[in-house]
């Protein structure tokens, strides 16, 4: 992971950065100083952030000497949990104001969300409210057909085995990392034999158990993605035991 950074920006009202954090490769910086932070970043060749496109590399970018291949996890955030009603920042232990720290809480993220969807055919997926906003206009979607396509994509990207030459998508690889990151494997990674790994995503609420995975390196090279979606429960537990008896039967039909 030495070549992405993850990057946030605080911008003032005048447009101007008046913080900045990264993490690379296991080391930080948090400073006021963007010569400071330019350097830290400097021999990364991806930056990842939340809404990066939009809000933080449109304001770092004057102070870059290249260019950067970038990643960005507002695409991620409303597939995997699309009925979370907010997504606010965490730093510091506190809550930050929505006005200067959520990058969602504007139309033109929202529309970007719609527009990568539709180009990119998730016909499920979509953005009906801001995030910090109630469902009364609408609300926000996805499908596990849908989640299975991205989890696809990145994979067969990673693998250089797309056959869709338009099926594009940047930084494939590195989600694809972060995944394999994951510390979460109560669900589809559960029961899985020692030897095989899954790359998932998690998403949990009160009553949601959702869980969706690539599973890798597996007993006769066949490789899956399998996605799984809950609403309305009365038993969680239950629910997370029932995705990792049903991942292990799927894993099971096509390797063993």
Not at 12 to 34: C, P, Q, Y
Not at 44 to 73: M, Q, S, W
Not at 108 to 116: D, I, L, P
């Amino acid at each position: 992971m030495n070549n992405i950074a993850f990057i946030d920006l605080e911008i003032d009202g005048r447009g101007k950065i008046v913080d900045a954090g990264a993490v690379k490769a296991g080391k930080s910086i948090h400073t006021s100083r963007i010569a400071d932070f330019v350097s830290f970043i400097s021999d990364a060749d991806f930056l990842c952030g939340h809404n990066v496109i939009e809000h933080d590399y449109r304001y770092l970018k004057p102070f870059l000497p290249k260019e950067y291949k970038l990643i960005d996890t507002l695409y991620l955030s409303p597939l995997l949990f699309p009925r979370k009603p907010y997504h606010r920042l965490l730093k510091d232990d506190k809550l930050l104001s929505d006005e200067l720290n959520n990058p969602l809480n504007d139309a033109a993220g929202m529309a970007r969300v719609n527009k990568f969807c539709q180009d990119h055919g998730y016909t499920s997926t979509s953005m009906g409210r801001l995030l910090l906003a109630d469902n009364s206009n609408g609300d926000n979607y996805t499908s596990a057909k849908d989640c299975g396509k991205f989890l696809k994509t990145i994979y067969q990207i990673d693998k250089g085995t797309s056959t869709d030459n338009n099926d594009t998508l940047a930084g494939a690889e590195y989600m694809y990392r972060l995944l394999k990151m994951q510390t979460r494997k109560n669900k589809i990674p559960a029961q899985m034999p020692s030897e095989v790994k899954v790359a998932n995503k998690t998403g949990e609420l009160d009553h949601v158990e959702n869980d969706a995975g690539i599973i890798y390196d597996t007993a006769k090279g066949i490789d899956l993605v399998v996605c799984f979606m809950s609403q309305d429960l009365n038993d969680t537990s239950a629910a997370q035991n029932t995705i990792a008896q049903d991942s292990r039967a799927i894993y099971g039909y096509y390797n063993e």
